[in-house]
T-cell receptor, first 114, second 115 residues
Framework: EAGVTQSPTHLIKTRGQQATLRCSPI?????VYWYQQALGLGLQFLLW???????NRGNFPPRFSGRQFPNYSSELNVNALELEDSALYLC?????????????FGPGTRLTVL | AQKVTQAQTEISVVEKEDVTLDCVYE???????LFWYKQPPSGELVFLIR??????QNEISGRYSWNFQKSTSSFNFTITASQVVDSAVYFC????????????FGSGTRLQVQP
């Protein structure tokens, strides 16, 4: 069974540009979560999508947004990039029928903002 | 509010030593789940174990064991006879309530196993 996949692996942008990161969950998983892992800040929750809807978001500005498609894949968009957006962005998925909330992570997209 | 504390920033051991990673959590919920994840240098978080708040049975799986104690709000992880391949950052995480929701992670413990 294929795991969570993310693309691209690396992304280099300049300040003010927009970045789009993509995630495909494990087959059968309907929930997708996005986390940011910035240097020195640990893993911070960004967004949670389930069944095409945004269910919750973390303490991030509105320029961080995303969506979930009918096939449950997801995009994370970051507008007006700032230097501090440089981080590893991890996507995770979980099974809708699970009460345990085990989340399985992808390999991440490393975003560098110059 | 929920919170996870991993007081050990970095641990260095020599191969074959036993090592314990500490995790202390805070939550107001009576139902919650605790997790350990491993993040090798490649960056991908690997799920290791889940425990729910009603199951204090400790577990041993090969060289790994977990000690969950509600009385002290701790969920510690021990590697027996460590190996170089165990070198990674280990994260403890908490999920309050049942069902799907975001995880709250600790700051991680970097484990270096020297040959």
């Amino acid at each position: 069974e294929a795991g969570v996949t993310q693309s691209p692996t690396h992304l280099i942008k300049t300040r003010g540009q927009q970045a789009t990161l993509r995630c495909s969950p494990i087959s059968g998983h309907t929930s997708v979560y996005w986390y940011q892992q910035a240097l020195g800040l640990g893993l911070q929750f960004l967004l949670w999508y389930d069944e095409g809807e945004e269910r919750n978001r973390g303490n991030f500005p509105p320029r961080f947004s995303g969506r979930q498609f009918p096939n449950y894949s997801s995009e994370l968009n970051v507008n007006a990039l700032e230097l501090e957006d440089s981080a590893l962005y991890l996507c995770a998925s979980s099974f809708s029928g699970s009460s345990y909330n085990e989340q399985f992570f992808g390999p991440g997209t490393r975003l560098t903002v110059l | 509010a929920q919170k996870v504390t991993q007081a050990q920033t970095e641990i260095s051991v020599v191969e074959k030593e036993d090592v314990t990673l500490d995790c202390v959590y805070e939550t107001r919920d009576t139902t919650y789940y605790l997790f350990w994840y491993k993040q090798p240098p490649s960056g991908e978080l690997v799920f290791l174990i889940r425990r729910n708040s009603f199951d204090e049975q400790n577990e041993i799986s090969g060289r790994y064991s977990w000690n969950f104690q509600k009385s002290t709000s701790s969920f510690n992880f021990t590697i027996t006879a460590s190996q170089v391949v165990d070198s990674a950052v280990y994260f403890c995480a908490l999920s309050e309530g049942t069902g799907r929701r975001a995880l709250t992670f600790g700051s991680g413990t970097r484990l270096q196993v020297q040959p």
